[in-house]
């Protein structure tokens, strides 16, 4: 229960011209063989993707990710490439990147054609382990009021092809032109998830649940709430608190149902009034608190964030890594 895993992708860079370059999968395999598949291959050829294992607490999470991150980058160096991090690349076009030869992606490609070739975005995920699928559709539910604090909190995509955008994350407005994507409707149950996803299928809208892109899901496979909105941070000090933070909401939110307890659920609708404003500001900007019907300026709301997930973050010895005091 609330155990953690970490999924971040990274930047594939040439050393001289600093553009996004193929490394033909060179430093997957490399990754591979000192850690054991935690490393996969992307869509594109210069995206690589890491892993953490099932980890236990914030802290497991912590060496993985920074040793993942290590190695990661000596391979790189030792194949001739560079790492970087963030949402999108400043100047790299999509137009010249490669796709991975893979059935899975050539099928994306041939149905969303230049939607999946512009795809070029690197992204954080979360997972926390919530193995009773109803509690799991509950919580997420409610966790999606939370979405655009955090959100915020992550935004590091302001260039797009040798542009400043205006935008603390243009990522998710390149992403946003997927199927199936951005802050899920409210399901009663995880019955009626199922439902949603079986008539897809059957549909031919989709063949699996996993091609369901939303900023969070009650993951398909894994006893997991997968937690998809963050770009991908620059330091692995910032996922951590960000996955720190995450754990901590979703404790919380389960220690109110256990106490028959919940927390206002709001509309799609409003919600992503507050996702455009985090991607369009960041932490910089202001967030609407729907129960005071008010602008409120977002770090002020990030503090009361904090408030709300105290007891959480006690119950789980990680009130250093989500103050940072």
Same mark, same amino acid.
């Given at each position: 229960?609330?155990?953690?895993?970490?999924?971040?992708?990274?930047?594939?860079?040439?050393?001289?011209?600093?553009?996004? %370059?193929?490394?033909?999968?060179?430093?997957?395999?490399?990754?591979?063989?000192? #850690?054991?598949?935690? /490393?996969?291959?992307?869509?594109?050829?210069?995206?690589?993707? %890491?892993?953490?294992?099932?980890?236990?607490?914030?802290?497991?999470?912590?060496?993985?990710?920074?040793?993942?991150?290590?190695?990661?980058?000596? @391979?790189?160096?030792?194949?001739?490439?560079?790492?970087?991090?963030?949402?999108?690349?400043?100047? $790299? #076009?999509?137009?010249?990147?490669?796709?991975?030869?893979?059935?899975?992606?050539?099928? @994306?490609?041939?149905?969303?054609?230049?939607?999946?070739? $512009?795809?070029?975005?690197?992204? #954080?995920?979360?997972? %926390?382990?919530?193995?009773?699928?109803?509690?799991?559709?509950?919580?997420?539910?409610?966790?999606?009021?939370?979405?655009?604090?955090?959100?915020?909190?992550?935004?590091?995509?302001?260039?797009?092809?040798? +542009?400043?955008?205006?935008?603390?994350?243009? +990522?998710?407005?390149?992403?946003?032109?997927?199927?199936?994507?951005?802050?899920?409707?409210?399901?009663?149950?995880?019955?009626?998830?199922?439902?949603?996803?079986?008539?897809?299928?059957?549909?031919?809208?989709?063949?699996?649940?996993?091609?369901?892109?939303?900023?969070?899901?009650?993951?398909?496979?894994?006893?997991?709430?997968?937690?998809?909105?963050?770009?991908?941070?620059? +330091? /692995?000090?910032?996922?951590?608190?960000?996955?720190?933070? @995450?754990?901590?909401?979703?404790?919380?939110?389960?220690?109110? +149902?256990?106490?028959?307890?919940?927390?206002?659920?709001?509309?799609?609708?409003?919600?992503?009034?507050?996702?455009?404003?985090?991607?369009?500001?960041?932490?910089?900007?202001?967030?609407?608190?729907?129960?005071?019907?008010?602008?409120?300026?977002?770090?002020?709301?990030?503090?009361?964030?904090?408030?709300?997930?105290?007891?959480?973050?006690?119950?789980?010895?990680?009130?250093?890594?989500?103050?940072?005091?």
């Amino acid at each position: 229960m609330f155990t953690v895993g970490i999924e971040e992708e990274y930047q594939v860079i040439d050393p001289d011209s600093r553009e996004l %370059v193929s490394h033909e999968q060179q430093i997957v395999a490399g990754v591979n063989l000192i #850690l054991p598949d935690q /490393a996969k291959a992307e869509m594109h050829e210069a995206v690589v993707e %890491v892993g953490t294992k099932v980890c236990r607490n914030i802290k497991e999470a912590e060496e993985d990710i920074k040793k993942l991150r290590k190695v990661v980058s000596e @391979i790189a160096r030792s194949k001739g490439f560079m790492i970087g991090a963030s949402g999108t690349h400043p100047f $790299s #076009l999509w137009q010249t990147q490669l796709i991975t030869e893979n059935p899975r992606y050539r099928e @994306i490609v041939n149905e969303l054609q230049d939607t999946a070739r $512009s795809n070029l975005i690197f992204g #954080l995920h979360v997972h %926390v382990g919530v193995p009773d699928k109803d509690m799991a559709v509950h919580i997420a539910n409610s966790v999606r009021y939370f979405l655009p604090h955090i959100y915020a909190l992550s935004t590091n995509s302001p260039f797009w092809e040798g +542009r400043n955008t205006g935008f603390k994350s243009y +990522r998710s407005k390149v992403f946003d032109k997927f199927p199936r994507t951005g802050i899920p409707d409210f399901f009663d149950s995880y019955a009626e998830y199922e439902n949603y996803v079986k008539l897809l299928v059957k549909t031919n809208c989709i063949d699996n649940a996993k091609k369901i892109w939303w900023d969070i899901r009650v993951h398909p496979f894994y006893d997991t709430i997968e937690f998809r909105i963050c770009d991908v941070p620059m +330091r /692995a000090d910032e996922t951590i608190a960000i996955a720190a933070l @995450i754990q901590a909401l979703v404790v919380k939110l389960h220690q109110l +149902r256990q106490g028959n307890l919940n927390f206002m659920i709001y509309k799609r609708a409003l919600l992503n009034e507050n996702k455009w404003r985090a991607s369009r500001y960041g932490i910089d900007g202001k967030l609407i608190d729907f129960g005071k019907e008010a602008e409120v300026n977002t770090r002020g709301l990030i503090h009361e964030l904090l408030e709300f997930v105290s007891t959480a973050v006690d119950q789980l010895g990680t009130h250093p890594i989500v103050t940072g005091k």
